[in-house]
């Protein structure tokens, strides 16, 4: 079974410039994370998709950052413009679901690599 | 605020030692714990998951406690090897949906 997809792996541009990582879930489930990791530092949640609905972005910086997760499956997350701050590795993960007592494992992808100079 | 703490940051031992890894958090209502391992350049794969109800977990080499009233929880990873080198990360649910991660101990098994 194929696990969560992520691309691009890697990714070098300048500031102000626009990036857009893709993400696949792995076939079934329906709950989807962006997370932001910074070096060192453990990751913390973006933002959290029920299929297709954002129930929690509260922690995405909404002036800069975009998500969509269009027909519940695939999802975007989009930087624009970026700043020095954003050089990060951006993890995708996805669970059978979620919700109280559920204690589905999550699944992670291998992450974006971002670098902005 | 919800903090998880790990402590040490980094940690190497001989080969064939048990590691000992250990996390800490700061509100003993949470709904579950995991345990993840990050390699260099790499995802995180998940390990071990307790819920609330649950004092330990075991998984081949690996075992897991948590005692939720002192707010700890302990990885013990049983004669070590150098595959074992990676990042372990300590992940808390303190509501529904949100992981609070630590920000991991880095561990070097020498051969």
């Known amino acids: 079974e194929a696990g969560v997809v992520q691309s691009p792996r890697y990714k070098i541009i300048e500031k102000k410039q626009p990036v857009a990582f893709w993400c696949n879930p792995i076939?079934?489930?329906?709950?989807l994370y962006w997370y932001r990791q910074n070096l060192g530092q453990g990751p913390e949640l973006l933002i959290r998709y029920e299929n297709e609905e954002a129930v929690d972005d509260s922690q995405l910086p909404k002036d800069r950052f975009s998500a969509e997760r269009l027909k519940g499956v695939d999802s975007t997350l989009k930087i624009q413009p970026a700043e020095l701050g954003d050089s990060a590795v951006y993890l995708c993960a996805s669970s059978l679901r979620s919700g109280r007592f559920s204690g589905n494992t999550i699944y992670f992808g291998e992450g974006s690599w971002l670098t902005v100079v | 605020k919800q903090e998880v703490t790990q402590i040490p940051a980094a940690l190497s031992v001989p080969e064939g030692e048990n590691l000992v890894l250990n996390c800490s958090f700061t509100?003993?209502?949470?709904?579950?714990l995991q345990w993840f391992r990050q390699d260099p350049g790499k995802g995180l794969t998940s390990l071990l998951l307790?819920?609330?109800?649950?004092r330990e977990q075991t998984s081949g080499r690996l075992n897991a406690s948590l005692d939720k009233s002192s707010g700890r929880s302990t990885l013990y990873i049983a004669a070590s090897q150098p595959g074992d080198s990676a990042t372990y990360l300590c992940?808390?649910?303190?509501?529904?949906?949100?992981?609070?991660f630590g920000a991991g101990t880095t561990v070097t098994v020498r051969a």
């Open positions: 307790i819920q609330s109800s649950q």
């Open positions: 509100d003993s209502a949470i709904y579950n």
């Open positions: 076939s079934g489930h329906n709950t």
């Open positions: 992940a808390v649910s303190f509501d529904d949906y949100k992981l609070s």
